[in-house]
């Protein structure tokens, strides 16, 4: 293995790596925030390029779908092709693709551009964290730009929605996708000036045929969960998908022990407290995903606020864990990583423990308390979790480790979409439906048993009295379907913390701590 001039040149001392990390900045802020920004968005583009309800779905999930199931490939092609390089190249695409979703005429034409900015996108994040940690050799400095990084992810994430809302005050929808463009002129101007390039003397083959097999192998998975969040009887598309993804992985996983040049290195697996803390991680990010889609839902169909308004109440727990990422390189200082990433683990079961017993009562206030202390509570996890991450491989291998550490918090997302979706589903149904008036039967009932905004719907056509009784047995059976997902959430970061304790008890035992 070998490095470039550029590599050791004085871009590690000084305010050099500062600057760098700055540039690096700005696309992990981006691609967080575009995740998020075209939630305001849809309802006005659905009626401008007439999209169905289908086309609704592949357009918010089009982007999604392929940094999932490419992020792995870029890591790994950045390991052999120049991270740098790589990054330089995703970002131009990723701003040709916005301007296409800016003016796009049809649905499919804005599919389409979603997905070129998704494989853009997989380029971004694996790209900018493996060069933070060629830049940054100094453990203290490598910790804390991590956690400017990771502070970027939160912020941007929280932020979106809320940015999306302002611009739609004064432009149209495609307005939130020109974001980009200053983004990615910033970092194609300073990029080749202060980001150093990194990549083997010899660049290896890219094995097309894992390619293949891992998109089909984890696009299917991530559909599938997708589909069991949205219920609607779609179970046995949901399991079809399913079966297809995992007989993918598995000739993708039998492929990666077989070829000398993996795309993906499992070997890191047999690592025991590198699979603890990337299932932490990953755990982590279900749980976050899971109560934030409950949270936001109920904060719009039970306490009747706008989407904007919803967004301002809801940007706290993003917020507040940026301030715990940004906090932690000085918290370590005082008290040991494992005791700031434990201590965090318990505080957000706190937080999470506030929201079992929330009952609309009091307003948002309360939600906005348990989310705010979820956030700060998990900061330390995902900024040092992260690093831990990078740090227990060598530094070739740095891009595909920061892929994994992505691709676990994608799916660990996803899946607490499904899970804790679906349990907050299963809870509201079951109560709602045994306070359905008498009149209300067939297709009306369903719709009034499957959301709070179909019962709303329903609720007009009946009488005064009737229609108050559903709308309260509604609210009712939804805010007992957040208290469920809170109470699994406050378990899951009890068990997080056991997790961590376990991983650096091993860490402690082999001089890794």
């Not at 956030?375 to 900024?383: H, N, Q, R, T």
Request: net charge positive; proline share 4%.
């Amino acid at each position: 293995m070998s490095v470039t001039a550029a590599e050791t040149s004085p871009t590690h001392t000084g305010a050099r790596p500062w600057l760098a990390l700055a540039v690096l900045a700005l696309p992990t802020l981006l691609v967080a925030l575009d995740a998020n920004v075209l939630f305001l968005a849809l309802p006005r583009l659905t009626a401008d390029l007439g999209a169905s309800n289908v086309q609704q779905l592949w357009v918010t999930d089009a982007y999604g779908f392929m940094v999932a199931g490419l992020v792995i490939t870029m890591g790994t092609l950045g390991d052999r092709i120049g991270r740098r390089r790589l990054l330089m190249v995703g970002m131009a695409v990723f701003a040709l693709a916005s301007l296409v979703c800016a003016w796009a005429t049809s649905p499919l034409m804005l599919i389409a551009a979603r997905g070129v900015q998704g494989i853009a996108g997989a380029t971004l994040m694996p790209s900018t964290l493996a060069l933070i940690t060629n830049i940054f050799r100094d453990d203290k400095q490598r910790g804390k730009a991590i956690s400017i990084w990771a502070t970027c992810t939160f912020t941007g994430a929280a932020l979106g929605p809320v940015l999306g809302g302002l611009l739609l005050v004064k432009f149209w929808w495609g307005a939130v996708f020109l974001l980009a463009v200053p983004v990615a002129l910033v970092v194609l101007i300073a990029g080749p000036v202060l980001l150093p390039e990194f990549r083997p003397e010899q660049a290896r083959r890219l094995d097309l045929t894992s390619v293949v097999l891992s998109l089909l192998g984890i696009l299917p998975v991530v559909f599938a969960v997708k589909v069991l969040s949205l219920g609607n009887g779609n179970a046995v598309t949901a399991g079809v998908a399913l079966v297809v993804g995992l007989v993918f992985g598995t000739l993708f996983v039998r492929r990666q022990l077989r070829v000398q040049d993996p795309l993906l290195d499992l070997r890191l697996f047999a690592n025991s407290s590198f699979t603890l803390i990337l299932s932490a991680l990953a755990l982590a990010g279900m749980v976050l995903a899971g109560t934030g889609l409950t949270v936001t839902q109920l904060l719009q169909t039970v306490l009747g606020y706008s989407p904007l308004a919803s967004a301002l109440w809801f940007m706290p727990m993003g917020l507040f864990m940026a301030v715990g990422t940004m906090s932690t390189p000085a918290l370590i200082n005082v008290i040991k990583p494992r005791t700031a990433i434990i201590g965090g683990m318990f505080l957000s079961a706190l937080g999470a423990a506030v929201l079992i017993v929330v009952n609309g009562d009091h307003g948002a206030w309360p939600i906005v308390l348990g989310t705010a202390i979820i956030g700060v509570g998990a900061g330390p996890m995902f900024a040092l979790g992260t690093g831990l991450v990078i740090n227990s491989v060598p530094p070739e291998r740095a891009g595909s480790a920061a892929s994994m550490a992505e691709t676990a918090n994608y799916l660990g997302g996803a899946l607490g979409l499904a899970v804790l979706g679906t349990i907050s589903s299963a809870v509201y149904s079951h109560l709602v439906d045994g306070a359905l008036p008498s009149g209300l039967g067939g297709a009306a009932a369903e719709r009034a048993r499957e959301t709070v905004a179909g019962a709303a719907a329903e609720s007009a056509h009946l009488g005064a009295d009737a229609s108050a009784a559903l709308l309260k047995a509604a609210h009712s059976a939804f805010l007992n379907g957040l208290n469920a997902v809170a109470a699994v959430s406050t378990a899951v970061f009890v068990l997080l913390a056991v997790l961590t304790g376990v991983y650096f008890q091993r860490a402690g035992r082999t001089g890794g701590e």
